[in-house]
């Protein structure tokens, strides 16, 4: 192949005008939203730590709720309980002493039982809190020595259940019980009397619910409400103080809660959106992605940089402080945007936007402290979120990049959860009081941050797709299925054309894998390549299976007509069937603008060298990228190679290599972005694949006698016998029928 240079004249599709507008409107956007908006408002919550020192900027007077509420709580709880006797409780501890001694009686006086016996029943009797010296004692005495016991209990418990007393003073009345029995009854009898009587004795008296709350309800409306004077110039929050309803309260009293405007806000917040929004409008013009370069394709890029800039400044303001060490800052998603912007329009541009959003998801959460006035990060905490949130977005990038099957969506979020728990636990043992159970949440927001992203790029990649006109891999994935309606038409009206569009793709997506094309989209494109001779397909040679060819009894100018056709009618069927313009730019740059060599020449034969090329020149344009390049390249190439009389690996090197150098000669690959080492990689996977598929056949000696006769036993439906198996085994079956380009 002759060394020619692939020139590019085109110039630049983004303009410096466009990328100036671009910059304009995402440097604006980005302002709006990183903007407060209450600029310059002191916002705290109780409980959060104070940043910085605030003084009063003037002196007020002020009726304080917070101050009354808290000496009207005083003053309730100054009043105490109002409690009353209540003489059920008497009743009642009666009448269990009653139950009580009418069982032992009971056992006494069963004749069944020895003392032992009995002894042993009345520690069965349920609430009895008797020792075993007083059961033996009380089974052995005498009828007069037990009912002075019982006599005794009675008196002397109905004796203290009459005094009105609480629960602070139950303890001194059960130590009473001993100074209130009968010297009389011997130690015995004291001791039982003591152990049926204290467990009963219960407090009298009672809180009046009712009672207590009119008193407490009264001095409470009798505090009058509190004041508070603060002078100008009095600190009110003090640095590393908590921040109380008390300090709110002041706050808001002295108008340090209302708005107020503060220049050098505005001068932050637009420094760093005009930062990024010109490093990004410079990479745009500067290397000219072709992905990127329509203005509905920039507005995504203006969106997915806007959009996780809004979601930093509302989610991280709900988030932090993180004073529970939950850490889930972690959790949003930021590895979203390289994720997208790669996997929809170009990888450079993900590369650009994967620190820019990181930068300024941080510098959202950086932002709350200058605007709030509150304390949230830790000093080593900007740089762990920054570094999180640009590792986890390169590492979904990278995996999520030409992802052509659902796991790949999988693993990448994997990725980017395993990436940011790597980061965010390296800082973490930088700080100070860190625990293990730190490292848990830390995996938990990690796992969040991981699995939304996976599910956010795929709704995106849909939704944007959808809006904003570009191709995914989803819907390359679904239009490769075999199954498609449009490649269905193609393989039953006209199973030549299928045939080589099929084997065209083969062809072109290996050769596209070696030069850095997309392989996904080379396939899908060359499989609709020619969809449009579904509108005649008897007109093509590798659709007239029964020999006949119209075009020998037609005008070389009509015939040329009729096949150009084939572009215009592919476009027609590509909108009827919604192909997105990706997959359409196959059909009409495949043949760019060449012309229809058959019928030129059959023209020139007929007419002499004074033909006008025009109407036998197919309407272009010209391949614009390297993917429509190399399908040109792989339709030519296979068509040349199938149509030639000699297949030998000499000859197809020779007719891969003239037909590039032919292209190339005719300009039809200036608009598209191949080197020369690229084309050399293409030619390269040509001549392999080529050489594979038009291998040498065998040729099969004659059939033995006995297969003959097997042969014509097994006869077709029609009489006619089998085939010889060397006709499926590729021998030689008829002559070989070139192909209308």
């Not at 541009?349 to 959202?364: C, D, I, M, S, W």
């Not at 020998?552 to 007509?561: F, I, R």
């Not at 993917?627 to 090197?653: F, K, Y």
């Amino acid at each position: 192949m002759a060394p020619v240079a692939v020139r590019n004249p085109k110039g630049r599709q983004i303009s410096p005008f466009a990328a100036a507008v671009f910059a304009v409107v995402l440097a604006a956007a980005l302002t709006l939203v990183l903007f407060p908006l209450f600029p310059g408002q002191v916002q705290v919550e109780e409980g959060m730590v104070a940043a910085e020192t605030v003084r009063s900027p003037k002196d007020v007077t002020f009726e304080s709720s917070v101050a009354t509420e808290l000496a009207r709580l005083e003053a309730r709880r100054s009043v105490p309980a109002v409690e009353i006797y209540d003489g059920r409780i008497r009743r009642e501890q009666l009448d269990k002493l009653q139950a009580l001694v009418d069982r032992i009686e009971a056992i006494r006086r069963d004749p069944s039982l020895d003392a032992r016996q009995k002894a042993e029943r009345m520690a069965e009797i349920p609430g009895q809190e008797l020792s075993e010296g007083s059961r033996t004692a009380l089974a052995g005495f005498s009828d007069p020595a037990w009912q002075a016991v019982a006599a005794q209990s009675q008196a002397i418990l109905q004796s203290i259940l009459s005094n009105s007393f609480n629960e602070e003073e139950v303890e001194a009345q059960r130590q009473s019980v001993p100074t209130l029995i009968d010297p009389a009854l011997n130690e015995a009898q004291r001791r039982a009397v003591v152990e049926l009587v204290s467990p009963l004795v219960l407090a009298t008296r009672r809180v009046n619910e009712e009672q207590t709350e009119q008193a407490r309800s009264q001095a409470e409306q009798e505090v009058p409400p509190q004041f508070k004077t603060i002078a100008e110039g009095q600190v009110i929050m003090r640095e590393g103080d908590i921040v109380t309803r008390s300090t709110i309260e002041e706050l808001e009293a002295v108008g340090l809660l209302q708005t107020r405007f503060r220049p050098w806000d505005l001068v932050s917040v637009v420094g760093m959106s005009v930062v990024s929004a010109l490093l990004t409008a410079a990479y745009l013009y500067r290397f000219q992605p072709a992905s990127a370069a329509s203005p509905r394709r920039m507005a995504v890029l203006v969106l997915m940089l806007v959009g996780v800039t809004a979601a930093a400044r509302v989610y991280l303001t709900a988030v932090l402080p993180d004073g529970d060490r939950h850490f889930l800052a972690f959790a949003l998603p930021v590895a979203v945007v390289p994720m997208v912007v790669g996997g929809l329009l170009d990888v450079g541009a993900a590369l650009v936007l994967a620190p820019l959003a990181a930068l300024l998801a941080t510098f959202a959460a950086v932002h709350l402290r200058g605007t709030t006035g509150v304390d949230l990060l830790h000093p080593l905490e900007p740089l762990q979120l920054a570094t999180a949130f640009l590792a986890a977005g390169l590492a979904g990038l990278f995996v999520v990049h030409r992802a052509e099957r659902f796991t790949r969506y999988l693993l990448s979020g994997v990725a980017v959860a395993a990436v940011t728990f790597v980061v965010a636990a390296s800082f973490l043992v930088f700080t100070d009081g860190w625990r293990l159970a730190d490292f848990a949440w830390m995996g938990l927001a990690a796992g969040v941050a991981g699995l939304l992203s996976s599910l956010l790029t795929l709704a995106l990649f849909v939704v944007l797709g959808m809006a904003f006109d570009v191709t995914t891999r989803l819907q390359l994935m679904e239009l490769a299925q075999m199954n498609q309606p449009l490649l269905r038409r193609l393989q039953e009206e006209a199973p030549g054309t299928f045939h080589h569009s099929i084997m065209v793709g083969n062809l072109a997506e290996r050769a596209a894998d070696l030069v850095g094309a997309d392989p996904l989209l080379v396939r899908v494109g060359c499989y609709y390549h020619d969809i449009g001779k579904l509108a005649q397909p008897g007109f093509y040679i590798e659709n007239q299976l029964a020999g006949h060819n119209p075009h020998d009894e037609m005008d070389p100018h009509d015939s040329a007509k009729v096949i150009a056709d084939h572009v215009a009618h592919g476009l027609e069927l590509a909108r009827a069937y919604k192909l997105p313009s990706a997959v359409q730019a196959f059909i009409p740059e495949h043949h760019g603008t060449r012309r229809v060599t058959y019928f030129y020449r059959k023209a020139v034969e007929q007419e002499g060298e004074d033909v006008n090329p025009a109407p036998f020149t197919y309407p272009g344009p010209r391949p614009q990228s390297k993917e429509t390049a190399i399908a040109m390249l792989a339709d030519s190439a296979e068509a040349v190679v199938r149509a030639s009389p000699d297949r030998s690996p000499e000859a197809i090197d020779r007719l891969v290599d003239q037909v590039i150098a032919e292209r190339l000669a005719e300009g039809q690959l200036d608009d598209a972005d191949l080197t020369m080492r690229d084309l050399r990689a293409v030619a390269g996977s040509f001549k392999a694949m080529l050489r594979g598929i038009y291998h040498p056949r065998i040729q099969y000696p004659a059939p033995t006698r006995a297969e003959r006769r097997a042969l014509e036993a097994a006869a077709w439906t029609d009489g006619t016998p089998a085939p010889d198996a060397g006709d499926a085994a590729g021998g030689p079956t008829g002559r070989r029928r070139g192909r209308v380009q």
